[in-house]
């Protein structure tokens, strides 16, 4: 009895200390992770008190983490110090005087390699291809200094002296009375965030009105395609046989051939096609944004379920399904993507109290940052959650398409063909060698940050050759997918929307997508409408943008558009006539991801297109490029001098439309 009374107190003590150390290492750790400039980069999209919340979720977690560490390493040696009763306390104090060394190893470490990143990142102007250029840039100094660490080191621990002074830097946080108030302190740390966050999302809730007996007779499906641009598509007119079932089907359908969107990425596209908005009118800049509470109501799903639509939508783009979470309400069928199948999603259900839906923070970032921190540690270098396979989306839309009655409206968004580049088998090698194409798969999204130069195009042009490929992949699904639907019949009272949230771009010195210089195939995407019955194909040559599908959805529902949608609905260009729309419409763009939600919009880009020609407006410096159309792929030119009326003329249409920003 005294024997075992004596082994529960030795673990006792010894697990308060483990799990102390374990969890001001990893504290230690994330600090400093954030205060190197996490925390200021959320600040562009959350609030303070939000940038508040998020760094308490991660000490929160990391703390969590370093408590679970000491319990381990207590369990561990647990058999020993019953086995060695005589050694019990001696080996409980190596054991504690092992992890405290271990834990001034690996902080010492991580401040060098700061450090040293700091330092490059200092001394060397901060590069446009951002963080990742300052870490490769200073990776040999990185390597030279952790030799020299290592040798340091050992040698400190050689001596007895400095081994010790060592070993009880520590002591002072490893007092039992310490200890004990710090595992308290991160057990009621994770029970407060737990109930705040629980707290929160009540409120977030609100009971969704039934939708009315009766309900409407048409059906509306909108398909959209990530990173799809109309100009490596055959149907407007690439050379390669790219999208040959969306040409079939466009061969009964009304093709919209300059149509442009809203941004140069995800997000504030999506957000546009949610609310018939720009990015400057959403406020919507970065790839984590989300619309604030006083603009989320004012949205399209909203205004379809009102009028007797069931709604419904399938996005496999992660920072878009956050975004449209934000809707959650507005929608019928909102099923959430696992975006990494295995051990990562098991580990982000189980942790689901700590990231509820409270309204408050980010939830896609605290889900990427899961994501990079278990691929790290698994050394999985491809980013999968942007691997979702273009057949498992539309296997799920047919899946909700089941469930939803007639009169509904449903969204799909296809996050291919997005990098990287990953075809089907059935595709791979049809344009490139699959072994050359496989390469490319590691280094598709850090290349050529913002411009390569033109000695490096045919690599670009290889590239260009895999992501064509991986257009048929997904084309290919969308063929099998309408065949499915059209046999069910369901297609009979549907119009069909195919489109997509930004394009990609190979040519000119830009490479793939998220842009200032707003280049024509970055912003040029597909616009393919069938309505029901449709038997004749149709292009329509007028110029828009995407703030017009919104409103063209709902006059295609027979809904009025509110007021806070400004652009016009292209349904008038549906009905076969003359007029082709040659000259006439406006399309604008725009980049905002270098401004902060809480303040004006000072950095960016604004830009519009009018006839054959595009203007775009530099924020930072309020100079302006004017681009014939036939050139708009070269990020560098500008003809202002050659045509300034025409400059000046396009210039004034973004003043009148955006007052503020030009």
Known sequence: MHRETGLFSTLKSLWYRLSSIGILTCVFYEALLLARGTAQGWSFYLSGGEVAFEVLVRLVVVAIVGLLLGTAATAGVAPVLWYCQSWRERLAGWTTMAAAIAAVFLISRYMLIALIQWAAGFLTHPPVGGTEDVFSRALPVVKIALIAFYVAFALILWFPRSRKAISSSLDPMLSDKMTRRTALVTVAGTAGLVAAEYVLSKRLLSVQAALPSQRPKSNILLVTFDALSAEDMSLYGSSLPTTPNIDAFARKATTFTRYYSASTFTTPSIATILTGRYPS????????????????????????????????????????????????????????????????????????????????????????????????????????????????????????????????????????????????????????????????????????????????????????????????????????????????????????????????????????????????????????????????????????????????????????????????????????????????????????????????????????????????????TQEGRLRPLSEAQRWEVDRTGENPVKAQALRAILRTRFPDLI
């Not at 790839?287 to 379809?304: A, C, D, F, H, M």
């Not at 019928?332 to 700590?354: K, M, S, V």
């Not at 616009?527 to 599908?549: K, N, Y």
């Not at 919009?601 to 203007?615: E, K």
Request: proline share 8%; hydrophobic share 35%.
């Open 281 to 620: 009118e959403t406020g919507v800049y970065q790839i984590q944004g989300s619309l604030p509470p006083e603009k989320v109501q004012q949205n399209l799903p909203r205004l379809l379920r009102a009028a007797g639509y069931a709604t419904g939508a399938f996005i496999s783009n992660p920072y878009a399904y956050y975004l449209v979470k934000g809707f959650a309400n507005d929608f019928d069928e909102l099923p959430q993507p696992h975006f990494q199948e295995g051990n990562l999603q098991r580990l982000w259900e189980a942790t689901q109290p700590l990231h509820q839906d409270s309204g408050v923070g980010s939830r896609v970032e605290e889900y990427f940052d899961l994501d990079r921190t278990w691929n790290k540690i698994a050394r999985i270098s491809i980013h999968l959650p942007m691997e979702y396979r273009p057949a498992a989306s539309f296997e799920h839309a047919q899946k909700i398409l089941a469930r939803m009655p007639e009169g509904f409206f449903l969204w799909l968004h296809v996050i291919s063909p997005h990098s990287p580049y990953i075809p089907d088998v059935q595709e791979r090698g049809r344009y490139i060698p699959y072994d050359e194409g496989r390469t490319f798969e590691q280094d598709s999204e850090l290349l050529w940050r913002p411009h390569y130069e033109p000695d490096q195009q045919k690599q670009v042009d290889r590239r260009r050759l895999i992501y064509d490929e991986f257009i048929m992949t997904a084309d290919r699904a969308f063929g099998a997918f309408m065949a499915e639907v059209e046999a069910t019949g369901r297609l009979k009272n549907t119009t069909v929307m195919v489109s997509a949230d930004h394009g990609e771009s190979f040519q000119g010195g830009v490479y793939q997508h998220a842009q200032v210089d707003l280049t024509r195939p970055v912003i040029h995407i597909p616009l393919v409408i069938r309505t029901p019955d449709q038997q004749e194909g149709r292009e329509v040559a007028l110029t828009a943008d995407q703030t017009s599908l919104a409103p063209t959805i709902l006059e295609l529902a027979g809904q009025p558009r509110p007021t806070w949608m400004r652009s016009p609905s292209l349904v008038p260009w549906l009905t076969p006539g003359d007029d082709l729309g040659e000259g006439k419409g406006v399309a604008f763009s725009q980049f905002l991801a270098k401004n902060s939600v809480l303040k004006p919009l000072r950095h960016g880009s604004i830009g519009v297109i009018v006839g054959d020609y595009q203007y775009v407006v530099y924020l930072d």
